[in-house]
């Protein structure tokens, strides 16, 4: 493949998604904030710039996979931004976890200057990155998203790479996707809390519950960190945190009630107030164990 592509942030997911690009054949160009990861890509066969306008100089297929909105709007359209050298025709591909309304504005100005951006941020955590199975939900225009799906691909399950709809939409999704998971993440800790209280072994009602129809990822996988204590991070509370800030914003602009999701923000405070910022998500499940009097 001759196609050059853009990859800015180098971090826990970013890394291994942009060394799968490398294996699959792809020219890459890669910045971040950290030297080491860019050096390390730089050993695997990339190509370093020294900013993200040189990134937008080398390349018009440009992915950023960094923390938070504010982390995008710099990147994109700061000083040495994305945005002040990109060339014609170029699609911005924005796989990090931020707010709807920041990826539309983001969007409008990319368009405005003669480029694309599609919101596609993605689920599946380092495993899924470093496997190149995340699913992967996609806002923009149907076309670009038609363009740039080969390049999705390889990061992503391909039956699991979905177009959602037009600009935000994808990070819309997103929040979907982190409701459910919180809300999940919580009953399977009660469950399991349950189980222990009563002096039942709960790494066997887990493995029952997972042939039938409680089954899910988050009882496969986060389950098993819960029972075992077990919290290196595939994703990171005080980042789970921030998506879902944007959670409760995103349902207080749409005037959409959600009291289970309320729980798990209360929950996620006293996760964070607990000093777990650093940990994975799934250590919201020691809370609700501490609760139950069990930690």
């Known amino acids: 493949m001759n196609e050059t592509i853009g990859f800015i942030g180098l971090g826990l997911m970013g890394r291994p998604m942009a060394k799968n690009l490398l294996k699959a054949g792809y020219r890459v160009v890669v910045n971040s904030r950290s030297r080491g990861p860019v050096d390390d890509l730089v050993q695997a066969g990339a190509r370093a710039a020294a ?10 297929r440009i992915i950023t996979m960094v923390p938070d909105s504010p982390d995008v709007e710099r990147v994109l359209d700061g000083p040495d931004g994305v945005f002040t050298s990109m060339q014609p025709g170029t699609i911005v591909i924005d796989m990090s976890s931020i707010a709807p309304a920041t990826a539309r504005r983001l969007s409008t100005k990319a ?26 939900m996609v806002g923009g ?4 998203f038609t363009a740039v799906k080969p390049i999705l691909d390889v990061m992503g399950n391909p039956d699991k790479v979905v177009h959602v709809g037009e600009s935000g939409a994808g990070q819309l999704c997103k929040l979907c996707n982190q409701m459910v ?19 039942v072994d709960a790494g066997k009602v887990r493995e029952a519950l997972l042939g039938g129809f409680a089954q899910s990822r988050v009882l496969e996988v986060h389950g098993e960190r819960a029972l075992k204590g077990t919290f290196t991070p595939g ?15 995103t349902l207080a602009e749409q005037s959409v009630a959600a009291p289970v999701t309320a729980v798990v923000q209360q929950l996620l405070h006293a996760t964070m107030a607990a000093g777990h910022g650093e940990d994975d998500n799934s250590v919201m499940a020691k809370t609700v164990f501490e609760l139950a009097g069990l930690e």
């Not at 368009?111 to 992967?136: C, E, F, K, Q």
């Not at 225009?141 to 670009?144: C, E, K, L, Q, R």
């Open 181 to 199: 998971i919180g809300g999940t993440l919580v009953v399977v800790a009660e469950a399991l809390a349950l189980a222990r209280k009563a002096g």
């Open 141 to 144: 225009d149907a076309a670009d």
């Open 51 to 60: 900013s993200p306008a040189d990134v937008a100089r080398q390349a018009t």
């Open 111 to 136: 368009r405005a200057l003669g480029g694309a951006m599609l919101d596609a941020p993605v689920s599946g955590g380092d495993i899924g990155a470093i496997n190149g199975t995340l699913s992967i």
């Open 235 to 249: 994703f990171k509370t005080h980042l789970y945190a921030k998506d879902m800030r944007n959670v409760i914003a």
